[in-house]
Nanobody, 115 residues
Framework: QVHLVESGGGLVQAGGSLRLSCAAS????????MGWYRQAPGKQRELVGV???????NYADSVKGRFTISRDGAKNTMYLQMNSLKPEDTAVYYC?????????WGQGTQVTVSS
């Protein structure tokens, strides 16, 4: 079993920055994919970006150049550095881990960007 806990959300003005963290615990394998998703009110959950075991990252077009995903393998923690935030980035942000054909989700953390 895997347990994911997000932290770091909050309220920020447009143009500001936030860093989210996702701490993973449990049976974590070296070969996995971790990612960030977000869900705005009234919208479907969407992919923000992913990071694979070797450190390769991919991002949604809407956040490219503004958001950066990284991970600390020793701490089993993934980060999402969000810069130049926009009101449309307002959403609940979820951490995801996929391994051995299963997916795990965190409880989510709210990010609100005021204009």
């Amino acid at each position: 079993q895997v347990h994911l806990v997000e932290s770091g959300g909050g309220l920020v003005q447009a143009g500001g920055s936030l860093r989210l963290s996702c701490a993973a615990s449990g049976s974590i394998f070296s070969i996995n994919v971790m990612g960030w998703y977000r869900q705005a009110p009234g919208k479907q959950r969407e992919l923000v970006g992913v990071i694979v075991g070797g450190g390769t990252t991919n991002y949604a077009d809407s956040v490219k150049g503004r958001f950066t995903i990284s991970r600390d393998g020793a701490k089993n923690t993934m980060y999402l550095q969000m810069n130049s935030l926009k009101p449309e980035d307002t959403a609940v942000y979820y951490c995801n881990l996929a391994q051995v054909g299963r997916q795990y989700w965190g409880q989510g953390t709210q990010v609100t960007v005021s204009s």
